[in-house]
Each structure stands twice: as C-alpha cells, then as structure tokens.
C-alpha cells in the first residue's frame, strides 16, 4: 500500500526528447523525489498514462496542447479528485503573438507549418485554461500564464548533478585560445529561432573583428553567418561548430572566453525566456556579455559575472573589456560558475520546485 504521507507526483510529457523535458521534467521529478516525494514520468502519449493518474495526487503535463492524450488525462485527473498543472517553458499559448511575427522560428517556416503552429497556440491556451495551475520558467512568463490560468508558480530552469559533473570536467581541459592566442567569443544555438536574437548583437560583434585582430567568432548549431550582412566580410575569423546534443554541450562552452546571450528588446516572446544561455555558459566559468531584456539582468551580476548590455555600444563596449583583459575574463567566469551552481543547482532549484508542488498541492483542484 503506498503511504499516504508521501505526496506523489505524475509527470506527463509531451516532448520527452527536448531539452526543455530535461529542464523541466527530469530535473523536477529529481529535486521532488530528494525531497520526500514519490514521482514519476511517462511520454504523454504513452499507453498507460491515463492509468498512471489513478495513483497520483497532482498531474503535470509538459507543454501539453489540448486534445486527444491531454482530454484523457484532464477526465481522469478529474475523476480522481487531483490537480492538473500545466507546464510551460515558452510563450506559446499566444495566438495573437504568434500571428504578429513575433516568434522567430516562424519566419523561414512555409505557410502550412506556420499556419500549424498558430493553431497549436490556440491548443496551448485551451489546455492552460483547462488546468488547475501552471509551472513556468520566468516571472514574465507568468503574468502572461496568469491572464489564462489564476494559480502560476515560477520555477526557473535549474542545473543537476550530471551537469555539474560534465561542466567540471569540460573545464579541465585547455582552452583552443592557451595554444593560440585567439579570444573566441561563441554562440550556441540549439534550435532555428534565434537568428533575429544573434542580429542584435551582429554590429559590435563585426566591429569586435576589426577592432581587435586576436578576437574569434564561434557559431556552435543552427546559425546561417553567411545570412548575416555586417559578418560575411568576416567570414575567416568564424568558426561554425555543430550542433550537439544537451548532454555536450559544456564541453563545447568550454571551449569559449567569452559566451554571448542576446535576446531581441521589445519583444514579449523573448522578454519571457529563461536565461539557460547565461547558466550554461556560466557552469563551465565562462562568463556572457547578455542583452538586458527579460531574466537575463536577473541572472548576470553585473559587473561581476558577466556585462549587460542595452544597445550596440554597450556591446562593443562590454565585448571589448572581455576581449582585452584575460584575468578580468578568468574572475568573471569564476564568479559566474560559483553564483549559478548557488542559486539555480540542486539545492536551490529543488527547493524551488518543493514549495510550488506543495502549494499546488495544498491548493487543490481550482
């Protein structure tokens, strides 16, 4: 018989092979089950999910759209009386946003894929209003989730153990730049949604290559150069990197002196991402030059784990001072990695996660 003093969680996902699953799913299936809770994660899609709800006392769904899987479990949550979250890690439930241009990953999609996604946006919304509560990664993000759904709890992404683990060891190796002297300023982009990001930062990074003659771009994944103008005559101090999977990524990273984060200003989609750009980089004691848009101010210290910057001469500005001062370089990344394994490791984020899941669960059904 399971204890009934033993709150049980039920992770349903419905993009088990993202990023975002490990983010969201796996890390705060861990931090509940470290602290007292029994949990478990299944696809979305799996045979015996509906099942499954029977034995839990609170459901989450991850990016959960609307129908067919999703009706399922919302009637069975229903029938046995228990929450059903919602969670989320982007602003996606906005049709009118999506249909005004402001997502990214739209403008190279054809028609029918874009149409797709803006339908699926409606799902989004449909299945936040269905829920009891939501979970999501950033306080913008919230009060966007609060116009649907009243009870939103923030919890921002977090790191784990395996991540500390691969960042330490990605960060005792040499860099490229000990054997020859080049300041590698690198981008990672794991999906095609962050051409109009990067284009903020273009200006002073093309100024930063005539500038200084030992500066280096690095593109690691999805990212056309050639498509940026001020950067093709360039094009021989960029390195292109593929793209690799979540469980690489540090050791990429560590490759980098200095980790770009931009986001693009005035936009509500971007203003609601989470900062895992300046976190990862962070990890592997590599510090960001960060727009200051969104939880980006809220991740960097300004000024001693990494440099803000509002417009392209606070890049040139901020990417100049890195470039040029190695130590300063060194202290920052330092700092960094010491400030996010504090407040986003696994001690911090799940305790994070504990108090939402024990309001959620004190709450009840709405």
Do not use: Q
């Not at 839990?56 to 046995?80: M, Q």
């Not at 005792?172 to 990672?188: E, I, T, Y």
């Not at 309001?359 to 009840?364: E, N, P, T």
Request: proline share 6%; glycine share 8%.
């Amino acid at each position: 018989m399971p204890d009934p003093a033993v709150p049980r969680v039920l992770f349903l996902s419905a993009a088990p092979t993202s990023a975002g699953h490990v983010y969201r799913v796996e890390h705060a299936a861990a931090g509940l089950a470290g602290r007292g809770f029994e949990t478990r994660v299944l696809p979305l899609d799996d045979p015996g999910a509906v099942e499954t709800v029977a034995a839990a006392d609170a459901v989450t769904v991850f990016r959960g759209r609307w129908g067919g899987a999703l009706e399922r479990v919302h009637a069975a949550a229903r029938r046995r009386g228990v929450p059903l979250v919602i969670d989320t890690d982007d602003l996606l439930f906005d049709e009118a946003l999506l249909r005004r241009g402001a997502v990214a990953l739209l403008d190279r999609l054809p028609e029918e894929e874009r149409d797709g996604w803006i339908r699926a946006a409606a799902l989004h919304r449909e299945a936040l209003a269905a829920a009891d509560a939501a979970v999501v990664t950033t306080p913008a993000l919230a009060a966007a989730a609060r116009a649907v759904v009243p009870r939103v709890h923030v919890v921002p992404n977090g790191v784990d153990g395996r991540m500390i683990a691969a960042a330490d060891a990605a960060r005792g190796a040499a860099k490229p730049s000990a054997a020859d002297g080049m300041v590698r300023v690198g981008f990672a982009s794991g999906t095609p949604t962050h051409h109009r990001d990067f284009a903020t930062a273009a200006p002073a990074l093309a100024a930063l290559l005539v500038r200084r003659a030992e500066a280096r771009l690095v593109i690691v994944g999805i990212l056309d150069v050639a498509d940026v103008a001020e950067l093709r005559p360039h094009m021989e101090r960029i390195e292109i990197r593929p793209r690799v999977p979540l469980h690489e990524l540090e050791t990429e990273l560590a490759r980098f002196d200095v980790n770009l984060a931009p986001l693009e200003a005035g936009n509500p989609f971007c203003e609601c991402k989470s900062a895992i750009r300046v976190t990862a980089a962070a990890l592997v004691g590599v510090p960001s030059v960060a727009a200051a848009v969104g939880a980006l101010p809220e991740a960097v210290v300004d000024g001693r784990t990494g440099l803000l910057a509002a417009d392209a001469a606070g890049w040139l500005a901020a990417l100049e001072a890195l470039v040029a001062d190695p130590s300063r370089r060194a202290g920052m990344g330092e700092a960094a990695r010491r400030d996010v394994t504090a407040r986003f490791g696994p001690e911090a984020h799940g305790a994070a996660v504990e108090r939402a899941y024990r309001a959620i669960l004190a709450a009840g059904r709405r």
